[in-house]
Protein backbone atom coordinates (compact mmCIF):
# COMPACT_ATOMS: atom_id res chain seq x y z
CA UNK A 1 0.00 0.00 0.00
CA UNK A 2 1.37 3.41 -0.86
CA UNK A 3 1.79 6.05 2.14
CA UNK A 4 -1.75 7.88 2.45
CA UNK A 5 -2.17 11.15 3.98
CA UNK A 6 -1.99 10.92 7.67
CA UNK A 7 -3.46 13.79 9.87
CA UNK A 8 -2.10 12.38 13.45
CA UNK A 9 -1.31 15.36 15.67
CA UNK A 10 2.03 12.74 17.01
CA UNK A 11 4.07 10.84 16.81
CA UNK A 12 3.45 12.19 13.54
CA UNK A 13 3.98 11.87 9.49
CA UNK A 14 7.60 12.65 8.88
CA UNK A 15 8.96 12.89 5.35
CA UNK A 16 9.12 9.68 2.89
CA UNK A 17 12.53 11.01 2.07
CA UNK A 18 13.54 10.84 5.64
CA UNK A 19 12.23 7.76 6.32
CA UNK A 20 14.14 6.16 3.71
CA UNK A 21 17.31 7.30 4.56
CA UNK A 22 16.76 6.02 7.93
CA UNK A 23 16.15 2.35 7.08
CA UNK A 24 18.60 2.34 4.67
CA UNK A 25 20.99 3.67 7.33
CA UNK A 26 19.35 1.29 10.40
CA UNK A 27 20.14 -1.71 7.57
CA UNK A 28 23.56 -0.47 6.81
CA UNK A 29 25.32 2.27 7.99
CA UNK A 30 27.35 3.68 5.13
CA UNK A 31 28.30 0.37 3.63
CA UNK A 32 30.20 -0.71 7.03
CA UNK A 33 27.71 -4.06 7.59
CA UNK A 34 25.87 -2.73 10.81
CA UNK A 35 23.01 -0.32 10.96
CA UNK A 36 23.35 3.31 12.95
CA UNK A 37 20.98 1.57 15.63
CA UNK A 38 23.88 -1.27 16.47
CA UNK A 39 27.05 0.96 17.17
CA UNK A 40 28.61 2.44 20.04
CA UNK A 41 27.17 5.68 21.21
CA UNK A 42 30.79 6.64 21.87
CA UNK A 43 32.32 4.96 18.69
CA UNK A 44 33.18 7.44 15.58
CA UNK A 45 30.06 6.64 13.80
CA UNK A 46 27.79 7.98 16.44
CA UNK A 47 29.68 10.39 16.98
CA UNK A 48 29.89 11.91 13.61
CA UNK A 49 26.01 11.73 13.84
CA UNK A 50 25.74 13.96 17.09
CA UNK A 51 28.40 16.40 15.81
CA UNK A 52 26.97 16.67 12.36
CA UNK A 53 22.78 17.05 14.23
CA UNK A 54 24.03 19.39 16.60
CA UNK A 55 26.05 21.46 13.59
CA UNK A 56 23.32 21.58 11.65
CA UNK A 57 20.33 22.35 14.05
CA UNK A 58 22.49 25.84 14.72
CA UNK A 59 22.98 26.25 11.66
CA UNK A 60 19.20 26.13 10.73
CA UNK A 61 18.16 28.30 13.65
CA UNK A 62 21.45 30.47 13.58
CA UNK A 63 22.04 29.32 17.64
CA UNK A 64 24.59 31.59 18.74
CA UNK A 65 27.44 30.27 20.83
CA UNK A 66 25.41 31.22 24.19
CA UNK A 67 23.61 28.35 23.98
CA UNK A 68 23.80 24.99 23.85
CA UNK A 69 22.17 22.08 21.74
CA UNK A 70 21.31 19.05 23.90
CA UNK A 71 19.11 16.20 23.78
CA UNK A 72 17.38 14.51 26.26
CA UNK A 73 14.30 10.98 26.70
CA UNK A 74 11.93 10.87 28.80
CA UNK A 75 8.93 13.55 26.27
CA UNK A 76 8.28 16.92 26.63
CA UNK A 77 6.51 16.03 29.75
CA UNK A 78 9.16 14.91 31.46
CA UNK A 79 10.36 17.99 30.79
CA UNK A 80 8.35 20.85 31.91
CA UNK A 81 8.69 18.10 35.13
CA UNK A 82 12.20 19.00 35.12
CA UNK A 83 12.36 22.79 34.52
CA UNK A 84 10.58 23.57 38.04
CA UNK A 85 12.78 21.05 39.40
CA UNK A 86 16.06 22.77 38.62
CA UNK A 87 15.12 26.71 38.07
CA UNK A 88 11.98 27.26 40.25
CA UNK A 89 13.14 28.79 43.41
CA UNK A 90 10.90 31.64 44.35
CA UNK A 91 8.30 31.53 41.93
CA UNK A 92 7.80 31.06 38.25
CA UNK A 93 5.23 32.89 36.05
CA UNK A 94 3.44 30.55 33.46
CA UNK A 95 1.02 31.40 30.84
CA UNK A 96 -1.61 29.06 30.48
CA UNK A 97 -3.30 28.93 27.20
CA UNK A 98 -4.44 25.36 26.65
CA UNK A 99 -3.71 21.78 27.61
CA UNK A 100 0.08 21.95 27.30
CA UNK A 101 0.60 25.09 28.95
CA UNK A 102 -1.61 24.06 31.48
CA UNK A 103 -0.21 20.51 32.26
CA UNK A 104 3.26 22.48 32.74
CA UNK A 105 1.84 24.79 35.42
CA UNK A 106 0.38 22.02 37.25
CA UNK A 107 3.54 20.11 36.99
CA UNK A 108 5.08 22.96 39.08
CA UNK A 109 2.76 23.09 41.53
CA UNK A 110 4.20 20.42 43.59
CA UNK A 111 7.73 21.91 43.60
CA UNK A 112 7.12 25.77 44.40
CA UNK A 113 4.60 28.34 43.73
CA UNK A 114 4.03 28.71 39.96
CA UNK A 115 1.98 31.43 39.37
CA UNK A 116 -0.49 31.72 36.29
CA UNK A 117 -0.05 35.39 34.34
CA UNK A 118 -3.08 34.94 32.23
CA UNK A 119 -5.12 31.95 31.18
CA UNK A 120 -7.46 31.36 28.45
CA UNK A 121 -9.48 28.43 30.52
CA UNK A 122 -13.11 29.90 31.17
CA UNK A 123 -13.64 29.78 27.11
CA UNK A 124 -12.08 26.37 26.80
CA UNK A 125 -8.48 27.58 25.41
CA UNK A 126 -10.15 28.83 22.63
CA UNK A 127 -7.60 31.62 22.31
CA UNK A 128 -4.64 33.13 23.75
CA UNK A 129 -4.85 35.80 26.50
CA UNK A 130 -4.06 38.96 25.45
CA UNK A 131 -0.80 40.14 26.22
CA UNK A 132 -2.14 43.56 27.27
CA UNK A 133 -3.46 41.13 30.14
CA UNK A 134 -1.26 39.25 31.41
CA UNK A 135 -0.07 39.77 34.92
CA UNK A 136 4.00 39.24 35.16
CA UNK A 137 5.65 38.88 38.04
CA UNK A 138 9.24 41.14 38.34
CA UNK A 139 10.97 38.28 40.90
CA UNK A 140 9.48 35.00 38.73
CA UNK A 141 12.44 32.87 37.95
CA UNK A 142 11.40 32.15 34.43
CA UNK A 143 8.02 32.56 32.26
CA UNK A 144 7.09 29.50 30.97
CA UNK A 145 4.70 29.50 27.60
CA UNK A 146 3.87 27.21 25.00
CA UNK A 147 3.47 28.50 21.49
CA UNK A 148 1.70 26.24 19.88
CA UNK A 149 -1.12 24.86 21.33
CA UNK A 150 -1.23 21.12 20.04
CA UNK A 151 -4.57 20.21 21.34
CA UNK A 152 -6.99 23.39 21.00
CA UNK A 153 -5.01 25.13 17.98
CA UNK A 154 -3.88 28.24 18.44
CA UNK A 155 -0.18 29.91 17.90
CA UNK A 156 1.35 32.79 19.35
CA UNK A 157 2.59 34.70 16.20
CA UNK A 158 5.28 36.27 18.02
CA UNK A 159 7.29 34.83 20.19
CA UNK A 160 7.16 36.83 23.74
CA UNK A 161 10.48 37.55 24.06
CA UNK A 162 10.99 40.56 25.58
CA UNK A 163 8.38 39.26 28.35
CA UNK A 164 10.51 37.55 30.38
CA UNK A 165 14.79 37.76 30.67
CA UNK A 166 14.49 34.26 31.19
CA UNK A 167 11.57 32.48 28.66
CA UNK A 168 10.85 29.23 28.50
CA UNK A 169 9.56 27.67 25.77
CA UNK A 170 7.33 24.58 24.80
CA UNK A 171 8.08 24.57 20.75
CA UNK A 172 7.10 20.98 20.43
CA UNK A 173 4.02 20.98 17.76
CA UNK A 174 5.78 24.08 15.86
CA UNK A 175 9.66 23.63 16.36
CA UNK A 176 11.23 24.19 12.84
CA UNK A 177 7.87 24.76 10.96
CA UNK A 178 9.11 28.53 10.97
CA UNK A 179 12.27 30.44 11.79
CA UNK A 180 12.26 31.25 15.79
CA UNK A 181 14.07 33.58 18.17
CA UNK A 182 16.47 30.93 20.08
CA UNK A 183 19.08 33.42 21.13
CA UNK A 184 16.41 35.25 22.80
CA UNK A 185 14.96 32.56 24.74
CA UNK A 186 16.73 31.22 28.22
CA UNK A 187 15.24 27.40 27.14
CA UNK A 188 13.41 26.18 24.11
CA UNK A 189 12.22 22.17 24.27
CA UNK A 190 10.44 20.25 21.41
CA UNK A 191 9.79 16.64 21.96
CA UNK A 192 10.50 15.11 18.10
CA UNK A 193 7.40 13.24 17.94
CA UNK A 194 5.84 16.21 15.71
CA UNK A 195 7.98 17.62 13.21
CA UNK A 196 11.71 15.96 14.03
CA UNK A 197 11.52 12.10 14.30
CA UNK A 198 10.28 9.27 16.56
CA UNK A 199 9.48 9.77 20.14
CA UNK A 200 11.88 9.67 22.59
CA UNK A 201 13.72 12.39 21.70
CA UNK A 202 13.57 15.77 23.50
CA UNK A 203 15.53 18.34 21.60
CA UNK A 204 16.57 21.35 23.88
CA UNK A 205 18.21 24.41 23.32
CA UNK A 206 19.91 26.01 26.43
CA UNK A 207 21.17 29.49 27.06
CA UNK A 208 24.61 28.66 29.20
CA UNK A 209 24.26 31.03 32.11
CA UNK A 210 21.27 29.22 33.04
CA UNK A 211 23.62 26.06 34.21
CA UNK A 212 24.32 28.37 37.45
CA UNK A 213 21.07 28.58 38.54
CA UNK A 214 20.40 25.07 38.66
CA UNK A 215 19.09 23.43 42.01
CA UNK A 216 20.70 20.90 43.37
CA UNK A 217 19.61 17.58 41.61
CA UNK A 218 19.50 14.00 43.18
CA UNK A 219 20.95 12.32 39.43
CA UNK A 220 23.24 14.64 37.43
CA UNK A 221 20.58 12.65 34.63
CA UNK A 222 18.43 15.85 35.14
CA UNK A 223 21.25 18.32 35.11
CA UNK A 224 21.35 20.33 31.91
CA UNK A 225 25.13 21.42 32.89
CA UNK A 226 26.18 17.78 33.59
CA UNK A 227 24.30 16.85 30.06
CA UNK A 228 26.18 19.47 28.26
CA UNK A 229 29.36 18.84 30.10
CA UNK A 230 28.59 15.44 28.57
CA UNK A 231 27.48 16.01 25.06
CA UNK A 232 24.64 14.82 26.17
CA UNK A 233 25.39 11.37 26.67
CA UNK A 234 26.06 10.88 30.21
CA UNK A 235 24.20 7.45 29.21
CA UNK A 236 23.16 6.01 26.03
CA UNK A 237 21.35 8.37 24.05
CA UNK A 238 18.43 7.74 21.65
CA UNK A 239 20.94 6.81 18.85
CA UNK A 240 18.18 5.84 15.53
CA UNK A 241 15.96 8.79 17.22
CA UNK A 242 19.14 11.34 17.03
CA UNK A 243 20.12 9.83 13.59
CA UNK A 244 16.46 10.62 12.55
CA UNK A 245 16.86 14.20 13.57
CA UNK A 246 19.76 14.36 11.18
CA UNK A 247 18.01 13.19 8.11
CA UNK A 248 15.26 15.60 9.13
CA UNK A 249 17.75 18.48 9.26
CA UNK A 250 19.34 17.31 6.18
CA UNK A 251 15.36 17.45 4.66
CA UNK A 252 14.75 21.43 5.64
CA UNK A 253 17.86 22.31 4.23
CA UNK A 254 17.12 20.59 0.94
CA UNK A 255 13.68 22.21 1.03
CA UNK A 256 15.42 25.65 1.41
CA UNK A 257 15.70 26.13 5.02
CA UNK A 258 12.94 27.73 7.37
CA UNK A 259 11.79 30.64 5.41
CA UNK A 260 10.82 28.18 2.73
CA UNK A 261 9.11 25.74 5.10
CA UNK A 262 7.17 28.85 6.58
CA UNK A 263 6.07 29.87 3.35
CA UNK A 264 5.00 26.28 2.45
CA UNK A 265 3.34 25.84 5.81
CA UNK A 266 1.26 29.16 5.29
CA UNK A 267 0.12 28.07 2.01
CA UNK A 268 -1.21 24.67 3.38
CA UNK A 269 -2.78 25.97 6.73
CA UNK A 270 -4.78 28.54 4.01
CA UNK A 271 -5.77 25.79 1.86
CA UNK A 272 -7.78 24.45 4.90
CA UNK A 273 -9.00 27.53 7.01
CA UNK A 274 -10.07 28.61 3.82
CA UNK A 275 -12.65 25.34 3.33
CA UNK A 276 -13.52 26.51 7.02
CA UNK A 277 -14.78 29.84 6.25
CA UNK A 278 -16.01 29.16 2.96
CA UNK A 279 -18.48 26.82 4.07
CA UNK A 280 -19.08 28.76 7.79
CA UNK A 281 -22.47 27.56 7.74
CA UNK A 282 -21.47 24.25 7.91
CA UNK A 283 -17.60 24.26 9.60
CA UNK A 284 -16.75 26.21 12.74
CA UNK A 285 -13.41 27.00 13.70
CA UNK A 286 -12.70 26.28 17.18
CA UNK A 287 -10.43 29.03 17.81
CA UNK A 288 -12.14 32.62 18.58
CA UNK A 289 -9.53 34.77 17.15
CA UNK A 290 -8.38 34.15 13.32
CA UNK A 291 -5.28 36.06 13.65
CA UNK A 292 -3.97 33.28 16.22
CA UNK A 293 -5.13 29.97 13.95
CA UNK A 294 -1.99 27.32 13.99
CA UNK A 295 -0.35 26.48 11.08
CA UNK A 296 0.12 23.17 12.42
CA UNK A 297 -2.71 21.87 13.95
CA UNK A 298 -6.09 22.85 12.74
CA UNK A 299 -9.27 22.27 14.44
CA UNK A 300 -12.68 22.93 13.56
CA UNK A 301 -16.36 21.32 14.03
CA UNK A 302 -19.34 19.71 11.89
CA UNK A 303 -23.00 21.01 13.17
CA UNK A 304 -23.23 17.62 14.77
CA UNK A 305 -21.59 14.63 16.33
CA UNK A 306 -22.73 12.20 13.61
CA UNK A 307 -22.21 14.49 10.44
CA UNK A 308 -18.19 14.77 12.27
CA UNK A 309 -18.15 10.73 12.67
CA UNK A 310 -19.56 10.44 8.82
CA UNK A 311 -16.55 13.35 7.99
CA UNK A 312 -13.55 10.95 9.84
CA UNK A 313 -14.85 7.70 8.31
CA UNK A 314 -15.12 8.88 4.46
CA UNK A 315 -12.34 11.19 4.89
CA UNK A 316 -10.50 7.62 5.75
CA UNK A 317 -12.04 6.12 3.18
CA UNK A 318 -10.54 8.46 0.39
CA UNK A 319 -6.79 8.23 2.55
CA UNK A 320 -7.11 10.93 4.87
CA UNK A 321 -6.44 9.49 8.35
CA UNK A 322 -6.58 10.22 12.39
CA UNK A 323 -8.68 13.38 11.65
CA UNK A 324 -10.73 13.04 15.24
CA UNK A 325 -10.84 15.78 17.62
CA UNK A 326 -8.94 15.62 20.45
CA UNK A 327 -11.29 14.21 23.36
CA UNK A 328 -12.03 17.85 25.10
CA UNK A 329 -12.55 19.90 22.06
CA UNK A 330 -14.04 17.35 19.90
CA UNK A 331 -14.77 17.45 16.20
CA UNK A 332 -11.82 17.40 13.64
CA UNK A 333 -8.16 18.03 14.42
CA UNK A 334 -6.02 18.05 11.25
CA UNK A 335 -2.42 18.24 11.60
CA UNK A 336 -0.43 19.34 9.01
CA UNK A 337 3.53 19.78 10.07
CA UNK A 338 6.17 19.78 7.67
CA UNK A 339 6.44 16.21 6.38
CA UNK A 340 2.14 16.99 5.47
CA UNK A 341 2.70 17.61 1.77
CA UNK A 342 0.62 20.25 -0.06
CA UNK A 343 -1.09 17.58 -1.73
CA UNK A 344 -2.39 16.44 1.59
CA UNK A 345 -4.05 19.85 2.40
CA UNK A 346 -5.41 19.96 -0.94
CA UNK A 347 -7.28 16.87 -0.84
CA UNK A 348 -8.39 17.37 2.75
CA UNK A 349 -10.13 21.09 1.99
CA UNK A 350 -11.50 19.57 -1.31
CA UNK A 351 -12.94 16.74 0.29
CA UNK A 352 -14.51 19.77 2.78
CA UNK A 353 -16.07 21.33 0.65
CA UNK A 354 -17.68 18.07 -1.33
CA UNK A 355 -18.86 16.99 2.09
CA UNK A 356 -20.43 20.40 2.98
CA UNK A 357 -22.32 20.18 -0.20
CA UNK A 358 -23.78 17.09 0.49
CA UNK A 359 -24.14 17.00 4.08
CA UNK A 360 -24.45 20.68 4.30
C1 LIG B 1 2.97 21.24 22.98
C2 LIG B 1 3.19 19.92 23.65
N1 LIG B 1 3.89 19.87 24.80
C3 LIG B 1 4.11 18.72 25.44
C4 LIG B 1 3.62 17.53 24.96
C5 LIG B 1 3.89 16.26 25.72
O1 LIG B 1 4.80 15.44 25.02
P1 LIG B 1 5.22 14.01 25.56
O2 LIG B 1 4.07 13.10 25.36
O3 LIG B 1 6.39 13.66 24.69
O4 LIG B 1 5.59 14.13 26.98
C6 LIG B 1 2.89 17.52 23.77
C7 LIG B 1 2.34 16.25 23.23
O5 LIG B 1 1.59 16.18 22.30
C8 LIG B 1 2.66 18.74 23.11
O6 LIG B 1 1.95 18.79 21.98
Not at 7 to 33: I, K, N
Not at 107 to 123: N, R, Y
Not at 334 to 355: K, Q
Amino acid sequence: MGRIFNFSAGPAMLPTEVLEATAAAMLDYQGRGFGIAECSHRGKEFEGVLDETIARCRALLGIADTHDVLFMQGGATQMFTLIPMNFQHKSADYLVSGEWSKKAADAAKGLGEPFVVATSETTNFDHCPDRSDWKLCDQADYLHVCTNETVHGHRMVDWPVDASPNLVVDASSEFMSRPHPVNQCAMVYAGAQKNLGPAGVVLVIMRKDMYPKQSKMPSKLWNFAALAENKSMINTPPTLGIYTLLETFRWIEKQGGLRTIETRNTAKAKLIYDAIDGHSGFYSAFVSRPEQRSHMNVNFRLPDEAKTEAFIKQAAAEGMVALKGYRTVGGIRASIYNAMPVEGCRALADFMGEFAKKNG
